[in-house]
């Protein structure tokens, strides 16, 4: 994307995102429940190198600009608040850099660390900038206005960055990702999400305890949440977060769902539905990380294996480690073309045994008899039986000791000699 | 000498964004088996992806019908056979020109797009098709597994991948995967009119397309022309994956080759009168007198096989690439040359050929008498086996097998490395840079110039010529390394470009 559509995309989604905000204000407080607009700046700057931030700064700023005087403020407020927009998304986006830097990929904890510490520090800036302008302009409810600046930013920041940042990085591919079947089973997984907690927030405060499913599907949604951010990953958990948290914190400011009428935990009910939103937000990105990071290490892990069954192949060589405590071997090689079997044939030293000729089988099962000992390392010569007949092979073997000098393990190597 | 009848081919087409890569060792199988093959780059291919956003199904079409075309008429028989999307070509090829001069091949055919590892969105791509200027411009990438199931093999198509090296695109335009869908639905209209006998063979594990495009075509082929094998170990790119030996089989059986090899050679029917046989077994025998081993692979195939009994320096079964070795240690150990043969005895292909094998030395002279066996096919030797009376005699003679010797291995490996690099170059060398490669490559491969100076008329091979007879005199090992420092120039050159 050029510079230009990338201010007039993001100037664009700001207005969006921030008509969609309007809609969630609290219809008889006239605050702002959720503040999205920001998150879809902060999310671009999560996935761009610093040197290409500026278009996306430009748009905030356009965005910001533009979107003032249509709720309301006057021009100088307007170009203040547009400011302040460039000021906290640089902030939060560089505090994300600085702790996981760009692109960031969702493979690690680390990088959900960034995402959060992002989102916080773009709130808590816009928080403290908006609070001391009240507070110094005289205005009566400048803590308020911090305390709400800084949890609708920064549950907006959740739902929206993370969101924005996982499906910027979305490559369409011919084959691999997510399959059909994963697809799916996420779909079902996200509908029961959304339809559990549609009819959680849709209980009236009267009849919650008596007619209402409500109550009983409290904990429910998270578990089907969970299967969603299993199943669909990064993406898919941002994106039934986002709309899993838009449902919960419209019918909370219509009046309805378990936050209404009670104190709460945080004493206010709009502040309990905000606070549910970013548990789910958290509670998906998580997941949903931690499974990427799993693959990835499996995948690395897999690597590693390649790599080494490879570098043994080319060398036509046969390890082993065995555990005489419990008698386990464990084989890797190409056990084919030495015995005709394949390694997880090989899994007793009494099947290593049955392979070696007749003429060594004592001599052989002596030598390990005495490597169980403890002895030291020992290379011997014996002949296996294959394919095609009996080939000589040097097994050179060392062992492997605890802490305390106990023999742990022996490993060898083993490969064909000549006759 | 009479000649000999024009040999069958085959016409191979690659898969989309690949190269002749996607069809693995085929060329090669096939040349072994005697068919000359031909092959094409598809329009956008060869070049960069974003060349691909051009083109419309129409040019590929237009290309395989025209080469086809071409070569029809130089051969009594021509098979088509294709990769992925080559295959989908080379049945709407056979349905277009009615073909009926050999058979059909169709390997991993996309006829439906719904593989077990295609993406959730697969079907939504027609939506995507109508936004202007969007097919153009975006990208479907090629990611794991990649179409391979064996990890090692996948792991070094993942390290091509990220060298940036220039066998598969990494990622094709929108655009071409519309153009591919038009030509599934050609396919899907054609399919019943297809009537020369088809194979298809088809991996049951394919991530890009099920078995369900494999049943779509021999149902619509109808089970008297189409038959088809399915693979049980192998992802899509079948003829690199773990059943390549399969496919290749199955495919040298389908076409009626033969396969390299005296027993094959008895069990086929040599494509060669008797008058032939004998012309091709007396230029062979009259290399080997001279004890020019070497020069028996101008009448062989590429894998000619050489088989040498007992427990000395020249034991061993010396196939291909390693047969240039052998026969640059045999003409140095003692002269070795065979000689005093004696009357031939054919069976079809096969010819016995009693003779002796002579050498000497300062101190010693060896005469080892025995027979020698050939089996040819279409006029090319396929493999030779020496039998010693007394093998001991030679084994005291040539002495030991030489330890294996890590640096000659290393460099070897080298040299075959650097010859698969070579292949990849992105940017081609100047003409100077590619007659040295082309120069170190045979000095390497084949020892020193041989055969005629091409006539003026001739430029390239004439230039090819005079560069390699400037090697003339250089040893193996050097040609090796000259060449593999050349090659890792150039590579080097690219990556610092």
Known sequence: ?419 | MSAIAAPDAAFLIHGLGGTQYDLGSMHKRLKNAGLVTYSLTLPGHGTKPEDLATVAMEDWVDAVVSKYREIRDQHPVLHLMGMCMGSLLAAVLAEREHHAKGNLIMLAAPVYIDGWATPWYRSLRPLLYVMPGLPQRMKIEEEDPFGIKNEQLRAIVKAKFERGENFHYRWVPLECLRQVDRLRAMVMKAASKIRCPTLIVHAREDELTSLRSAHFMVESIGGARARMVILEDSYHMICVDNDREIVAKNVLEFVGAALPGAGSALANEPRMSAQELTAALNAVLAKLDTGDLGGLRELAIPDLSWVQPGVNALSGVHVGKSFAGFASRFSALGNARFTAFGTPVFNRGVVLVPTQLVASNDSARLESPGALLFAFYAGKLLEARWFADQVELEDAFFGKPPAPDSTAVALDAAFVAAAVEAKTLTRAPDNATLLELYALYKQADAGDVRGDRPSVLDVVGRAKYDAWAQRKGVSRDEAMRSYVALVEKLKAQEVTA
Request: aromatic letters at 10%; one cysteine or more.
């Open chain 1, 1 to 419: 994307m050029g510079k230009v559509q990338t201010i007039v995309v993001v100037a664009l989604a700001y207005l969006a995102l921030g008509a969609l905000s309007a809609y969630f204000a609290y219809s008889n407080e006239g605050a702002w429940g959720v503040w999205l607009a920001s998150g879809f700046g902060l999310g671009l700057l999560f996935v761009r190198e610093r040197s290409d931030w500026m278009p996306v700064l430009a748009g905030a700023f356009l965005g910001a600009i533009i979107f003032e005087p249509l709720v309301g403020s006057s021009a100088f407020d307007s170009l203040v608040y547009a400011v302040i927009e460039v000021a906290v998304t640089f902030a939060g986006g560089a505090i994300a850099a600085q702790l996981s830097p760009p692109p960031i990929r969702f493979m690690s904890p680390k990088d959900v660390g960034a995402i959060v510490a992002g989102a916080f520090v773009l709130a808590l800036t816009g928080a403290v900038i908006v609070g001391l302008w009240d507070d110094l302009s005289g205005k009566p409810e400048a803590w308020r206005t911090f305390r709400v600046w800084l949890v609708g930013n920064f549950v907006g920041m959740l739902l929206v960055a993370p969101f924005v940042a996982s499906w910027a990085q979305l490559r369409l591919k011919r084959s691999g990702g997510l399959t059909m079947s994963s697809f799916a089973g996420g779909a079902v997984a996200c509908a029961l999400f959304l339809i559990c907690l549609y009819e959680l927030f849709s209980a009236s405060p009267a009849g919650r305890f008596l007619h209402s499913l409500g109550v009983g599907l409290t904990y429910l949604p998270f578990v089907f949440f969970v299967l969603v951010a299993l199943l669909w990953g990064t993406r898919g958990a941002t994106l039934a977060a986002l709309i899993g948290a838009l449902i919960a914190i419209s019918q909370t400011v219509r009046g309805l769902g378990p936050f209404v009428g009670g104190d709460g935990i945080f004493g206010d009910t709009a502040l309990n539905a905000q606070g549910y939103a970013a548990a789910l937000a958290m509670t998906g990105l998580l997941v949903a990380t931690l499974v990427e990071a799993q693959r990835v290490a499996a995948a690395r892990a897999r690597e590693w294996k390649t790599r080494f069954e490879a570098a043994i192949g080319a060398h036509g060589l046969i390890a082993y480690e065995w555990a005489p405590d419990s008698g386990n071997l464990v084989v890797t090689g190409d056990t084919m073309h030495l015995v005709g079997l394949p390694a997880q044939k090989l899994s007793t030293l009494a099947d290593w045994l049955a392979c070696v000729a007749p003429q060594d089988r004592d001599s052989v099962a002596a030598r390990f008899g005495q490597r169980s000992a403890g002895g030291a390392a020992d290379t011997v010569r014996y002949a296996m039986l294959g394919p095609s007949g009996a080939r000589p092979v040097v097994d050179e073997a060392r062992a492997i000791h605890d802490h305390d000098g106990e023999l742990h393990r022996i490993v060898g190597i083993v490969r064909t000699a000549a006759a």
